[in-house]
């Protein structure tokens, strides 16, 4: 059990996640689950490199990303922060090609996942969002 963080503001904030790659199935489902547990909003899209953009209360996202350093990971850096006035993700959802997605569907097997950097672009785009990715790595 995580216990809420007690200091910190309770402003919204918006913090961009750079994975080496994030791969792991199971990774993705706890990235999921947790985002739900902290009411945690933004958009996960798997791959080398993957990245992760959330949304939420700062005291919240800090405690998110407490959860996601318990894993072990090659390289994950938070890249950047900002202060919200308001969110502009209602949900928390996964960018993956719907090829690859039936791939994982269909095989226990480990499926190696580029990033699908052009649906991620589209899709901050959408939201208004800097599109130009900071190079990490």
Not at 56 to 76: A, C, N, Y
Not at 111 to 128: N, T, W
Request: net charge neutral; proline share 4%.
């Amino acid at each position: 059990e995580f216990p809420r963080v007690q200091e910190g503001d309770s402003t919204f904030i918006r913090t961009w996640f750079y994975f080496h790659h994030l791969w792991s199935r199971a990774k993705r489902r706890y990235i999921m689950d947790w985002a739900s547990d902290f009411d945690i909003f933004g958009i996960m899209a798997p791959g080398k490199p993957g990245w992760l953009i959330v949304e939420g209360m700062t005291r919240d996202v800090k405690q998110f990303e407490k959860r996601l350093k318990m894993f072990s990971w090659k390289e994950f850096i938070s890249v950047r922060t900002q202060k919200l006035e308001t969110r502009v993700f209602s949900q928390m959802e996964e960018i993956l090609d719907p090829v690859i997605r039936d791939r994982e569907k269909n095989s226990d097997e480990f499926v190696s996942i580029p990033l699908d950097l052009v649906s991620l672009q589209k899709k901050l785009e959408q939201y208004g969002l800097d599109t130009d990715l900071p190079m990490c790595g």
